[in-house]
């Protein structure tokens, strides 16, 4: 990519300045990432079985994100006509080709947390105002 082409894609079509926003908005939305990480992680599953697994989740956004999970081809959702009526999720080969990148942002955070959080710390030191000046 030429850095006339670069600049073009800030000057209009924000998808064109940054190619990955959208992939970033669809998966790392604030619920998205833990959803199909704890259904990779543990097959398919329940409602209430994904519930006390993210615990500080409501079950109405709960219910909003696997809907948004399902409609962009993440998540399966299974009914069954049973009594009681059993519903289970599941992650999808489309949502499983996600792995890899959960792989390499788990194995940078285990490398890197620890330097992010000493930047914060120098960088709050030094935005305090000096004592005595």
């Not at 999720?89 to 194995?107: M, V």
């Amino acid at each position: 990519m030429t850095s006339t082409t670069w600049r073009s894609g800030l000057d209009g079509d924000p998808e064109q300045a940054c190619p990955i926003a959208p992939v970033v908005d669809l998966v790392f939305s604030r619920w998205t990432t833990p959803i199909l990480w704890a259904l990779h992680e543990y097959g398919r599953q329940r409602f209430v079985e994904l519930e006390r697994r993210l615990v500080i989740i409501t079950p109405k956004v709960l219910t909003q994100r696997l809907r948004q999970l399902e409609r962009d081809g993440l998540v399966r959702r299974t009914y069954h006509a049973e009594v009681p009526p059993r519903v289970e999720y599941e992650i999808t080969e489309l949502g499983r080709s996600l792995a890899p990148i959960f792989a390499h942002l788990a194995q940078w955070s285990a490398g890197n947390l620890d330097r992010v959080e000493q930047a914060r710390q120098d960088y709050d030191a030094r935005q305090r105002p000096s004592r005595g000046r």
